[in-house]
C-alpha cells in the first residue's frame, strides 16, 4: 500500500468523526459510557468480520501489551473526554481537547523516519485557529480548571496513541477489533458503576446508535490505524481539524446549527493550513 493511499484511507476516519456530533444528538437521552458500550460493541463487531477475511489467527501472534495499548488509547480518551464535558461543558473545553492534531503533528518529529518541517507547525496552528472559530463560537455553560485539565489529558492520549500506532508498524490493524470489544466491556462497567440506564428512544435513537457504531465510533478507529501505520502523519494531523468545521456543516445541513460568517472563515484557516502541510510533505 502507498502512502498517498494510506492517508487518504486515514482521512476517511475524520470524515466519520464529522458526523459524531450529529448521531450523538440522534442519540439522546443515551447516558456517555452506555453510548460508548453500544457503540464500541457494534465497532467489534465489525472488526470481527473484517478479521475473519484474514482468519482469527492473525490475533495470537499479537503481544498482550499491544491490546492493553490500545484499549487503553480507546478507552482513556473517551472517559477523559466525558468527564472534562460533564465538569466543564463549555467551548474552551472542546477547544483544548482539540489539541490533539497539533500534538500529533508535534510528536510525530520524534518517530523514526520521520522529518518534520516548519511549514507542518504553521499549517497546524492555522488549521487550530479555524477550529477555534468553530469551538469558540458555539454556546457552552461554564468552565472548570479540573474539567480542562481533562481535556488536555485527553488531547495527550489520543495523539500519543495516535504516534505510538505509528511504531506498531507490523501489529495488523485487526488488532483494533480487540481494542474495540474491550472498551465496550470496560465502558459497560463504568456504566454499571457510575449511571443510570436510559436505552435510546424509538427507531431514530436506535439507528443513531447504530450509525456511530458503523461509522465514528467503529470503522473510523481501524482506518486512522492504517493512516497513522502507513500514511503522511504530519498532513493527516493538520487535516484532523476538518473535523470540527464538517461537523458544524453536518448540523447546519440538518437544521441543528444557522450559517454564519464564522464557518466561512473557519473553512479558509482550516483548508489553508492544510494546504500548507500538503506543500510541505510534498516536498519531503
Request: contains cysteine; positive net charge; glycine residues 14%.
Amino acid at each position: 500500500m502507498t502512502q498517498t493511499k494510506a492517508t487518504a484511507i486515514g482521512f476517511t476516519a475524520v470524515l466519520m468523526w464529522s458526523l459524531l456530533a450529529l448521531f450523538t444528538i440522534g442519540s439522546a437521552p443515551v447516558p456517555p459510557l452506555l453510548l460508548n458500550a453500544l457503540c464500541f460493541g457494534i465497532g467489534g463487531m465489525i472488526g470481527l468480520l473484517w478479521t475473519a477475511r484474514r482468519g482469527f489467527g492473525v490475533l495470537r501472534g499479537v503481544s498482550w501489551k499491544v491490546y492493553a495499548f490500545g484499549t487503553l488509547g480507546l478507552f482513556g480518551y473517551h472517559l477523559l473526554y466525558f468527564t472534562a464535558f460533564r465538569l466543564s461543558p463549555s467551548a474552551e473545553t472542546g477547544l483544548i481537547a482539540y489539541l490533539w492534531p497539533l500534538f500529533i503533528v508535534l510528536l510525530s518529529g520524534l518517530l523514526p523516519g520521520e522529518r518534520l518541517r516548519a511549514p507542518h507547525v504553521i499549517g497546524a496552528l492555522i488549521a487550530f485557529a479555524g477550529a477555534a472559530v468553530i469551538v469558540l463560537g458555539r454556546e457552552g455553560g461554564e468552565g472548570s480548571v479540573l474539567g480542562l485539565g481533562l481535556a488536555f489529558l485527553c488531547a495527550l492520549t489520543w495523539a500519543g496513541y495516535s504516534v505510538l500506532s505509528r511504531r506498531l508498524g507490523d501489529v495488523p490493524t485487526e488488532s483494533v477489533t480487540v481494542f474495540c470489544l474491550a472498551t465496550a466491556v470496560l465502558s459497560a462497567g463504568a456504566h454499571l458503576a457510575l449511571e443510570d440506564t436510559v436505552w435510546p428512544v424509538g427507531a431514530l435513537g436506535w439507528g443513531a446508535v447504530l450509525a456511530l457504531g458503523i461509522g465514528p465510533v467503529g470503522a473510523a478507529f481501524f482506518t486512522w490505524d492504517i493512516g497513522m501505520k502507513r500514511g503522511d502523519i504530519q498532513l493527516l494531523g493538520v487535516a484532523s481539524y476538518a473535523a470540527p468545521l464538517l461537523s458544524t456543516l453536518a448540523l447546519v445541513a440538518a437544521g441543528i446549527t444557522s450559517p454564519s460568517w464564522a464557518i466561512a472563515l473557519a473553512a479558509v484557516l482550516i483548508a489553508g493550513g492544510a494546504a500548507l502541510a500538503a506543500r510541505a510533505s510534498a516536498g519531503t
